[in-house]
């Protein structure tokens, strides 16, 4: 079974920082999601990747396979990008219906 | 527009009751999931479902059941509640034939229900 590492924990930033959070796994996999909760819980989907870097606006993610690493990077940082990131990857390698494990999130605080 | 639902976002419930969790896709999707969600844990996997009428144990099944008789819905049973399954819940779905490996497509999450058990 897969475990997933994030870190930090906690992260409180001034509107207008770079934000970096960080995901380790230890079994090899070919992709990687990060997701994205708000308060109130709904969660959504940012990106998957398994492989490089993708980019939607303002987040980057990249990740590198060898070293089963991943990162979730912000720029310019706003107060509504003020969420829960959560990294996950499959539970199992290879195919299957099977679910994915999740890491235990990194609460991001923007302040104004 | 893709939509999971919940048929509650807030539920209380009395130990030894058995809770009913309701989860509606409208995407024709043929995985779904059931997730709870814990400060300091995460979220972990409770059952998913590969189509209708099948089911698989995740990481914590133990007290749970669950029903997957329409494609559209999968349902979340707890037998007889107790104070250690007060959680937020998540229901998810995810299309199994949109690329090779099922693992790797996204999952859409229903808004979660909040299940306090006294």
């Known amino acids: 079974k897969n475990e997933v590492e994030q870190s930090p924990q906690n992260l409180t930033a001034q509107e207008g920082e770079f934000i970096t959070i960080n995901c380790s796994y230890s079994v090899g996999i070919s992709a990687l999601h990060w997701l994205q909760q708000h308060p109130g819980g709904g969660i959504v989907s940012l990106f998957m990747?398994?492989?490089g870097k993708k980019k939607h606006g303002r987040l980057i993610a990249t990740i590198n396979i060898q070293e089963k690493h991943s990162s979730l990077h912000i720029t310019a940082s706003h107060p509504r990008d003020s969420a829960v990131y959560i990294c996950a990857v499959p539970s199992k390698s290879g195919g299957g219906a099977d679910g994915l494990t999740f890491g235990k999130g990194t609460h991001l605080i923007i302040q104004p | 527009d893709v939509k999971v639902t919940q048929s509650s976002r807030y539920l209380v419930k009395r130990t030894g009751e058995k809770v009913f969790l309701e989860c509606v896709q409208d995407?024709?999707?043929?995985?779904m999931f059931w997730y709870r969600q814990d400060p300091g844990l995460g979220l972990r996997l409770i059952y998913f479902?590969?189509?209708?009428?099948?089911?698989e144990k995740g990481d914590i099944p133990e007290g749970y059941s669950v029903s997957r008789e329409k494609k559209e819905r999968f349902s979340l049973i707890l037998e007889s509640a107790s104070t250690n399954q007060t959680s937020m819940y998540l229901c998810?779905?995810?299309?199994?034939?949109?690329?090779?490996?099922?693992?790797?497509?996204?999952?859409?999450f229903g808004p979660g229900t909040r299940l306090t058990v006294l």
């Open positions: 995407m024709d999707h043929e995985n």
């Open positions: 479902s590969y189509d209708v009428k099948m089911k």
């Open positions: 998810a779905s995810r299309n199994h034939k949109l690329a090779g490996e099922s693992s790797y497509n996204e999952q859409f």
């Open positions: 990747l398994s492989s």
